[in-house]
């Protein structure tokens, strides 16, 4: 499959990354394919371990969603993209180095 359109950078998705802080830590962006073989974003997100404990984490996690989406320009677009969230005592325990 041939990618037409240019990929996001990391440093746009460390932007919007800046804008959720201190609730996101950091987002990581992988480019690749998916399992059809079409384009697609990964987004490791790492939230803060206070949005995990509050009433309502997924309200941060929608609005990340939607910011990244918005401003990559992703809808309507080649890529698909795909988020997997976690806390920062994940990472602590889990360690693996493509979330840092």
């Not at 990391?10 to 079409?38: C, H, N, S, T």
Request: hydrophobic share 45%.
């Amino acid at each position: 499959m041939v990618m037409t359109a240019t990929a996001p950078k990391q440093a746009e998705v460390d932007q919007i990354a800046k804008e959720f802080a201190p609730d996101v830590v950091r987002i990581r962006l992988e480019v690749g394919q998916d399992w059809a073989e079409y384009p697609a974003l990964y987004f490791r997100v790492i939230v803060s371990d206070d949005v995990a404990r509050s009433e309502h984490p997924q309200a941060v996690t929608q609005a990340v969603r939607a910011a990244v989406e918005e401003r990559l320009q992703l809808s309507g677009s080649e890529w698909t993209a795909y988020f997997n969230f976690r806390t920062v005592s994940e990472q602590a325990k889990l360690k693996e180095a493509s979330w840092e």
